[in-house]
């Protein structure tokens, strides 16, 4: 299973989200820090739930990052996160 359908899959049974979009941005990163041949080092992920409603920011990225710790990890490098309530 790829990095962002685990990410994917942890993501939906944490938050159950409205709306949830995980944008594999590695290529633009060929050649920085992190970047691993093949991908799936950088990520994007856009992300709505009610599960945030009355959660600062913080809290909230905290939240996400600590859903996909595992493959922060593995192999993810980097997570650009837009996560907002509903």
Do not use: C, W
Request: aromatic share 6%.
């Amino acid at each position: 299973m790829t990095y962002a359908k685990r990410m994917q899959q942890k993501l939906t049974e944490a938050f159950a989200p409205e709306a949830l979009e995980i944008i594999d941005e590695s290529e633009a990163h060929r050649g920085h820090g992190g970047y691993q041949e093949g991908g799936e080092t950088h990520f994007k992920i856009v992300i709505k739930a009610a599960a945030f409603n009355g959660m600062s920011r913080v809290a909230q990225q905290r939240a996400v990052m600590a859903a996909v710790k595992q493959e922060l990890d593995e192999r993810v490098h980097a997570l650009a996160l837009v996560v907002s309530g509903v």
